[in-house]
Structure formats: C-alpha cells, structure tokens
C-alpha cells in the first residue's frame, strides 16, 4: 500500500513565522501535489511537482514556496504566516499507474493565530 | 477552464440509497473518480470510472457515466451510518502532467 505521511496532524503558529510542513511518501512516486481544503471550497492546488527539484504553481502560490530536494520528501513552506492561510493542508503523490489516482496524506490542520 | 460541479450536501436515512451527482466540462478526461473523505482524515480512492464506459459495480457502489452529458453519479445501496463522509467527484487523463480537477465534495449526513 502507499504510504503518505505528513509531519503534523495539528499545527498553531502566530502571524508571521516561518512554518514548514512536510511530506514524504514511500513509494518512489514522480509526482506529488500541495492542496489547500476550505469548508464549501473544496481542494485548491497551491503547487505541484513532477520530479526532484523541479515545481510547478498550482492555483492559488501566492504566500507559499515549495521545496523537493529528494524524491520521497516535498516540503511546502509559508515565508510569513497570516491569518488566512488557516486551513487544512493536504499532501498527494500520483504514480504512473494505470488509473492516475491520487493517493493523500491525513492532512494538516493549520491554525495562523 | 476545466470545472467539475457537485452539490455540496446529501442527508438520507440509514438503509436508503444515497446518489451523489456530479457534472464535468472537459471533454478530454479519460477517468472520472470518487474520492471519500472521513472525518479528520485525507482523501481515499472509492473507486473510478474510465471515460468509454457507462457503468461500473462494484458491491454496494454503482457509478454511472453519461458522457454525452458530462454526467456522473455514485450510487451507494443500503446506505449506513459509517458512509457519512463527504464525497469528491474529479476528473483525470492518461498523461504525467495531467492535472485532476476535483470537485468541491458532497458531505453525505446518513442519520437513522
């Protein structure tokens, strides 16, 4: 089974510090994906990534980085945290498979005081 | 651009079938999925549907496609208490750097 991890299940930080969440998955998928979910919005992509140090802007980056120096690891950071980053973060990776399904992590709650 | 529509709330009763619908506009796609979501928790396959065929079964889960439409719907039978999740319809092709569309999710409420 795919296994896809995420550092934190729960998150409080204060505006304006420097949060990394991280990602790692274990099974050599090329690419992996960052997901903002917001009640009544669904999934929005922040950025994506189909190789190691390579990304690629989803629909809404701004306030966000990434960073994929291993292939297992993809790091999404917020340079200066604000209130309305508070959301759950959501890690995917997609294989070459068969089918092209996304496989998730738990997900990060994140809460910007 | 590419859109793909879903309610965003079902309740029905435990024991009755529940269809969630979701509608789609590229034309291209090769896969439509369902995706379930538990509380607390990440997305998770259901199951998917790919774009030549009109209906797939799978145990209490029956996926139809109109394509002609953009049309797709979950069935879920004998709906339990333990199927209350919120359900994302999204759509995919062949392609490494094909991006899904996801839908904005159905949160299915199944109450006795």
């Known amino acids: 089974d795919v296994k896809v991890t995420q550092s934190s299940r729960y998150l409080v930080k204060r505006t304006g510090e420097k949060v990394f969440l991280e990602c790692v998955q274990d099974m050599d998928h090329e690419n992996m994906f960052w997901y903002r979910q917001d009640p009544g919005l669904g999934l929005r992509l922040i950025y994506f990534?189909?190789?190691?140090?390579?990304?690629e802007k989803g629909d809404i980056p701004e306030g966000y980085s990434v960073s994929r120096e291993k292939k297992e690891r993809f790091s999404l950071i917020l340079e200066s945290a604000s209130t309305n980053q508070t959301s759950m973060y959501l890690c995917?990776?997609?294989?070459?498979?068969?089918?092209?399904?996304?496989?998730f992590g738990p997900g990060t709650r994140l809460t910007v005081l | 651009g590419e859109d793909v529509e879903q309610s965003l709330f079902l309740s029905v009763r435990e024991g009755d079938s529940s269809v969630i619908n979701c509608t789609y506009t590229?034309?291209?796609?090769?896969?439509l999925y369902w995706y379930k979501q538990e509380p607390g928790a990440g997305l998770q396959l259901l199951t998917y549907i790919f774009s030549n065929m009109d209906m797939k079964q799978d145990q209490r889960l029956t996926v139809l496609l109109n394509k002609k439409d953009k049309h797709l719907s979950l069935r879920i039978a004998d709906t339990q208490t333990g199927d209350s999740a919120i359900y994302f319809c999204?759509?995919?092709?062949?392609?490494?750097?094909?991006?899904?569309?996801f839908g904005r999710g159905t949160s299915l409420i199944v109450h006795p």
């Open positions: 999204a759509e995919g092709a062949s392609g490494g750097s094909y991006i899904p569309t």
């Open positions: 995917a990776t997609e294989g070459s498979g068969t089918h092209n399904e996304q496989f």
């Open positions: 590229d034309s291209s796609s090769t896969y």
């Open positions: 990534s189909y190789d190691v140090k390579m990304k």
